[in-house]
């Protein structure tokens, strides 16, 4: 285990304290907190009451963020039997004009209620959707949402994987749209109804019969006032480095689980974390997001457009927290980039008993941090498949009230939320306070290499050479001690600025100046496209188009690598001895 992790351990209990969790548990749980409302401007101003009350220094900032309300919607059917079905729009989705949306229906759903998410494209050639109303089974993939509209179809409805309404963002575009992105807004009107009702629709279509409908919903999307509180715990010789934890503040409804329980764990660890600020070399900032569900993660965007610097500079991590303390949660999971994974895996063994494999994190729920390069580290805690309160989605914590109404009071295990806030502080004082930070960049370099030989079929052994160099670089810098380090807070920068280099082009297509879309992002993004060309004949204009996108992309990877060496190199020189 890490030394430093054995010294966390060893120190005395941090104790929790449950009033203070609960009394903010039940504040935020009866207001409906939906961004640019009343309800989340009285969640923030508790939050800031709180931290006055707490002696925690803070920071308000009031922006406006591009907000998609879901107002309305219902679905009547109007032949071959009239009927009035209850529907629920989602964020982005479009209004439909006076006198609704009116056509006819076509069914291109496959079984997606194991994995809501994971929908794949269906081939347009073989359904046609052209000026029709389509009907599809899960929750709305906004790809497969975007690629449905694109080949024609005038409006969508989803059907919920149980009887319930799930509220759901729609758009591909992360955070506020920008020229290039402001074409991919939704154009449909993008409504979903509960399972009993489609199954009913989707059976007289499966009977051959022809079934016209008429969709109606208002959406109001617009730029909204609303407000993002940081709370800044100081930290001693490094405290312009920073650990970054952050969680959503607006929610569904009064979601509980998705995310009041998540913002009281926050909140009691800035607590702890600033009465024993003199444990910390480095700072703390616990940002509330507003802007989650209605604006795509329009909060944590814009703090990284406007921290940017700083942000490159100085993050040392970023933590989500994100639907934490359900009931019914037993089964934990780690989730890292790899730099991370020694760390987050001992920590969690350490005080959990439960040992992991880990996970990368994907681009979804507030990482807009990724291309920034910023090493997420997380974990979660979920409900065994099997209990009563498995749901079909990953959302709080995995439960069937996800997003819905139900997100109430009642789904809190308050023992847990307190197990998992005792967890975020010791993962916080982990990053925090150690002399030098807990990167291992040996699993970096492995499975960079892994990633790249893999690549086909494209020429990548130029960079698996250059990550080869890395690799012997990763094993001297993990054989180092604060002891072996001359300056080690020069040797920290060093290993900041490696890991911001190399998860940039690891992790993100568009690096640290643009939002990747929301969608499933393959390791080195830029060079996953490489298997289209497998496809192509190799002649072809196409794919040699192909080949002068895949040699920038190259080249890209190779300068992040060589400015890691680079850095690694001057490192191992900066070792007294
Ligand atoms: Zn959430």
New binding site residues.
């Given amino acids: 285990m890490i030394p430093i992790l054995v010294a966390i351990l060893a120190a005395p209990a941090d104790d929790v304290s449950r009033a203070e969790l609960t009394e903010t548990v039940d504040r935020l749980g009866v207001l409906d907190r939906i961004s640019g409302n009343e309800g989340e401007r009285q969640a923030n101003a508790y939050l800031k009451k709180k931290l006055t009350e707490y002696g925690v220094p803070f920071d308000s900032y009031e922006m406006e963020l591009y907000l998609s309300h879901p107002m309305s919607a219902s679905v009547t059917v109007l032949t071959p039997e009239p009927a009035k079905l209850e529907a629920i729009n989602h964020a982005f989705s479009r209004s439909t004009p006076a006198g609704g949306v009116e056509g006819e229906l076509v069914y291109i759903g496959r079984n997606m209620t194991a994995d809501p998410f994971d929908a794949p494209l269906v081939d347009y050639q073989d359904i046609d959707v052209n000026g029709k109303i389509v009907l599809d089974d899960g929750f709305p993939a906004p790809y497969r949402a975007f690629a449905t509209e694109r080949a024609g179809a005038i409006a969508q409805i989803y059907i919920n994987p149980d009887d319930r309404l799930h509220n759901m963002t729609v758009t591909t575009i992360w955070g506020a749209p920008t020229p290039e992105t402001a074409s991919l807004l939704p154009r449909n009107p993008i409504v979903a109804m509960r399972r009993p009702d489609g199954d009913g629709l989707r059976d007289r279509l499966a009977r051959g019969e022809k079934v016209r409908v008429r969709i109606d919903g208002i959406v109001d999307t617009r730029w909204r006032k609303t407000e993002l509180v940081v709370a800044r715990v100081e930290g001693g010789a490094e405290k312009e480095k920073f650990v970054l934890i952050g969680g959503?503040i607006d929610?569904w409804h009064e979601?509980v689980t998705?995310?009041a329980t998540?913002n009281a764990a926050m909140l009691e660890a800035a607590r702890l974390l600033h009465r024993n600020r003199d444990r910390l070399l480095r700072s703390v900032r616990i940002a509330w997001w507003p802007g989650?569900?209605p604006g795509r993660y329009a909060g944590s965007a814009w703090y990284a457009d406007h921290f940017f610097s700083d942000l490159r500079e100085n993050a040392v991590a970023h933590i989500n927290i994100?639907?934490i303390g359900t009931r019914s949660a037993t089964r934990y999971s780690a989730t890292h980039m790899a730099e991370l994974e020694r760390f987050n895996l001992d920590l969690i063994r350490a005080k959990t008993g439960q040992e992991q494999k880990g996970s990368r994190p994907g681009k979804v729920?507030d990482e807009s941090f990724v291309g920034l390069g910023i090493p997420s580290v997380r974990f979660s805690k979920s409900i065994p498949e099997g209990s009563p309160d498995r749901g079909v989605a990953d959302?709080?914590g995995g439960s069937w009230w996800w997003h819905s109404r139900e997100d109430s009071r009642d789904k809190v295990d308050l023992d847990l939320l307190a197990e998992e806030t005792d967890l975020l502080v010791a993962m916080t004082e982990g990053l925090a306070a150690p002399p030098l930070i807990p990167y291992d960049f040996r699993a970096t370099a492995t499975e960079m290499k892994e990633k790249l030989e893999s690549i086909e079929p494209y020429d990548t052994r130029n960079l698996v050479s250059l990550v080869e160099r890395f690799a012997a670089h990763a094993e001297t810098l993990a054989s180092v001690s604060e002891k072996t380090v001359a300056d080690t807070r020069a040797f920290n920068d060093g290993l900041i600025h490696i890991s911001h280099a190399l998860n940039s082009v690891y992790y993100s297509r568009s690096g640290p100046y643009d939002q990747d879309s929301n969608e499933l992002i393959p390791r080195f993004p830029g060079l996953a496209i490489a298997s289209e060309l497998a496809h192509l004949d190799r002649g072809s204009d196409e794919a040699r188009f192909l080949e002068v996108r895949l040699k920038r992309e190259e080249n890209r990877i190779e300068e992040a690598l060589r400015e890691a060496i680079a850095v690694a190199d001057a490192l191992s020189g900066s070792r007294a001895r």
Wanted: charged share 15%; hydrophobic share 10%; aromatic share 0%.
């Fill in positions: 959503h929610s979601g998705d995310n998540g989650h569900s994100d639907s729920a959302g709080s």
